[in-house]
Nanobody
Framework: VQLVESGGGLVQPGGSLRLSCAAYGFTFSSYTMSWYRQAPGKERGLVAQITSVGGRTNYADSVKGRFTISRDNAKNTVSLQMNSLKPEDTAVYYC????????????WGQGTQVTVSS
């Protein structure tokens, strides 16, 4: 099982980035997929989530209206489009997969750095 993130980098405030996560080794279409982030000195927190069935989405209040999560079950990928970026969005962003069922298990990617700075 592997989650491989890409697309991070340095961007100016107000700019955009698109993160992608490629999944390998599990039934991607059955899993709820999420993006988390962790800034220095802070706990890791949920940014956005998309369900396996119906593709329902959920966002942290701090990113609503600016970030969009999407998934392509044919390509086993999940993406995070980030617009109107702010310095406080600077963090390591992690892809996360949660299995279906009562006794879920979880997978994490290695993380990709996003830095918003002028």
């Amino acid at each position: 099982v592997q989650l491989v993130e890409s697309g991070g980098g340095l961007v100016q405030p107000g700019g955009s980035l698109r993160l992608s996560c490629a999944a390998y080794g599990f039934t991607f279409s059955s899993y709820t997929m999420s993006w988390y982030r962790q800034a220095p000195g802070k706990e890791r927190g949920l940014v956005a989530q998309i369900t396996s069935v119906g593709g329902r989405t959920n966002y942290a209040d701090s990113v609503k209206g600016r970030f969009t999560i999407s998934r392509d079950n044919a390509k086993n990928t999940v993406s995070l489009q980030m617009n109107s970026l702010k310095p406080e969005d600077t963090a390591v962003y992690y892809c996360h997969a949660k299995s279906p069922g009562l006794h879920s298990y979880y997978y994490w990617g290695q993380g990709t750095q996003v830095t918003v700075s002028s």
